[in-house]
């Protein structure tokens, strides 16, 4: 995820999402990435195919949302709770750390 900094300068960050609603679902920790979509919701996310060969762009506006925690999110909880427990953790505890929802609604796509 990009966002930009009151500076100006974009930051990019590695986040796991699901789709929820039509929008990405991110859980964050407090960080800049916080203060940043506070100060600017513009955002853009990249991804692509575990290959690489399919990559897509998306623009959106972010905003910090209110709902379950990720340790309370079935669709999260599928995607990446092997990841989560790899890591040394469980998923209260990642949720704990993770605490912040972030909403991102796509306002344009490309893909390549």
């Known amino acids: 995820m990009t966002t930009i900094r009151a500076d100006g300068q974009p930051q990019s960050s ?11 679902l991110i859980y964050s920790m407090s960080s800049s990435r ?27 506006t972010a905003r910090i949302a209110s709902g379950p ?18 890591m040394g953790s469980t998923a209260p505890e990642f949720a704990a750390a993770y605490s912040i929802p972030i909403r991102v609604t796509p306002t344009r796509w490309r893909v390549y």
């Open 14 to 24: 590695p986040v796991w999402f699901v789709i929820d609603d039509g929008d990405f």
């Open 34 to 60: 916080i203060e940043n979509i506070a100060a600017n919701p513009k955002v853009s996310l990249n991804l692509d195919s575990n290959e690489g060969s399919d990559v897509v762009s998306v623009e959106g």
């Open 69 to 86: 925690s990720c340790a309370d999110h079935p669709g999260y909880l599928d995607k990446y709770e092997r990841l989560i427990e790899q």
